[in-house]
């Protein structure tokens, strides 16, 4: 058997298996990789071309190096047996506590299957007492802090669901999905090396279940506990490496794994938004747009990941193509909290600041915990000169994710705004240290050692010329850097950033003031060293210019007149007032 159809062979079994466990998430998740499963040419009809992309397929467009043969997935790999069904469920009583389930009668779901003892039941029964402990914990908070506030509340099942569970792992008698429940309830109570072990234990026996995936992710916070995971060869561990390669900011690795997958999943459409979630974080905005928008044409009541695409949007200001991405969420699903975060840009992006804290409010009370929400809010407040609700945005930000970087920059601007300089510039070493390639982070830091409080002129100097490293997009580095070596008293050093900035202004054909006073400063300086020609040049380019400049450059040149004999005289008096 091929590899592709291994693959389709394997994921249609695990989507059964899944969905009769009540995990639809990963069932969800397998279906999408199913249907993203390149067809066999010979196999194409009419009828099952699903997804299909014409010549502008992100797939071959978006690769940053070819791919010559399809990947072996499926057979390189060790095989993994699709794990039998348990035979000592009573299929009517598990019926009826999988109805309950799904109607959202946790309670109800675990008392009918009270005494039942398969595998499939334990399970069941305990997801569903981990659930219905789950959705009281959401109540006790919002009863007694409100839908936003934080709250002490514990899930009261974790304590019963683990004794039982530990006990059949020690008997040898857990499956593997038990073993991910147990994992989940081990992390949520701070146990998270015995969590890791146990997930591991989960993913190798049974590594289908993407839900058990993403719980061993969010317990690898550094590289060397990924290399530590002793984990079985299968091709959804691609899939995972993928996805922790990327919540470490390994985006290269991250970019080269998903191009890898995509010879066998090439019409994966969460192949194609994980590739454009890489190339946002390395902020090519252009690439990420041209994704999204294929993604929208081939699932077009796609909301998943969309409130990213309409970060890219607001970021290039695209105020039509945002307006008309946050009315089709509105209309396909206003409740969801990406749909309240797609609105609240777009109401920012329009400068109704309030009205935008609005939607962000929205989305929390959602899903309290989704971090994009709580940082956008932060910025808002940041606008609204709100600077105390600012700070408690960009807390709860770091509190749900201590690694992203947005919410440390954010604090760090808010203390700024207060003018705390030490603690801004604690925040800010935070973000650089989680995102060290972002010139604009770089940049923050430089202008907080520049402050009156500061004054540390060399240390910002070494920040500016990391951003200038780092893609400087909004060019700001160089012509600090070459204001403060001037300001330090640095002729030589502040004339070779003039000069760099003005060749990047050149080719970016870009004109203005900083164009102005770089040509002043190098025809000052050129005059100084006695490199007439040169500064001739500078001069002549200023004669150009309409402003007292224009005065400055005529006097320059008169005063290298009267020192350079062999300078043509012509080259003044052609330019009277």
Known sequence: MSSKESCRSELRIAIGQLTNRCLYSASKWAAEQLVGIEQDPAKFTPSNTRFQRGSSSIRRKYRTHDITATPTAGVSYVATPVMEEDELVDADFYLLAKSYFDCREYKRAAHVLRDQIGRKSVFLRSYALYLAGEKRKEEEMIELDGPLGKSDAMNQELVSIERELSTLRKNGTVDPFCLYLYGLVLKQKG????????????????????????????????????????????????????STYQELRMYSESLTKYEY????????????????KAQYSLREFDQVEAIFEELLRTDPYRVEDMDMYSNVLYAKECFSALSYLAHRVFMTDKYRPESCCIIGNYYSLKGQHEKSVVYFRRALKLNKNYLSAWTLMGHEFVEMKNTPAAVDAYRRAVDIDPCDYRAWYGLGQAYEMMGMPFYALHYFKKSVFLQPNDSR?????????????????????????????????????????????SELGRPEEAAFYYRKDLERMESEERDGPNMVEALLYLAKYYKSQK????????????????????????????????????????DVDHFTP
């Not at 591991?200 to 690898?220: D, F, R």
């Not at 004054?455 to 403060?484: F, G, P, T, V, W």
């Not at 490199?531 to 040049?537: H, K, M, S």
Request: proline fraction near 3%; charged fraction near 20%; charge should be negative.
């Open 441 to 485: 982070l770089w940049i923050a830091m430089a202008q907080c050692y520049e402050t009156d409080q500061l004054r540390m002129l060399d240390e910002a100097i070494k920040c500016y010329r990391r951003a200038s490293n780092c893609n400087d997009r909004e060019a700001i580095a160089l012509h600090q850097l070459a204001k403060l070596h």
């Open 531 to 570: 490199r007439f020609e040169e500064a001739e040049v500078y001069c002549t380019r200023l004669l150009d210019y309409t402003g007292p400049e224009r005065e400055t450059a005529k006097n320059l040149l008169r005063g290298m007149r009267s020192t350079q004999s062999s300078l043509p005289p012509t």
């Open 191 to 242: 146990n998270e090396n015995l969590a890791r072990t146990v997930l591991v234990e989960s993913v190798n026996s049974y590594p289908w279940n993407w839900n058990a995936w993403t719980e061993l992710q969010s317990l690898c916070t550094t590289v060397d506990i990924l290399n530590s995971l002793n984990l079985s060869s299968h091709w959804m561990k691609d899939f995972f490496l993928a």
């Open 261 to 276: 997958l995509l010879g066998t999943f090439g019409f994966s459409n969460y192949i194609q938004a994980q590739i454009a």
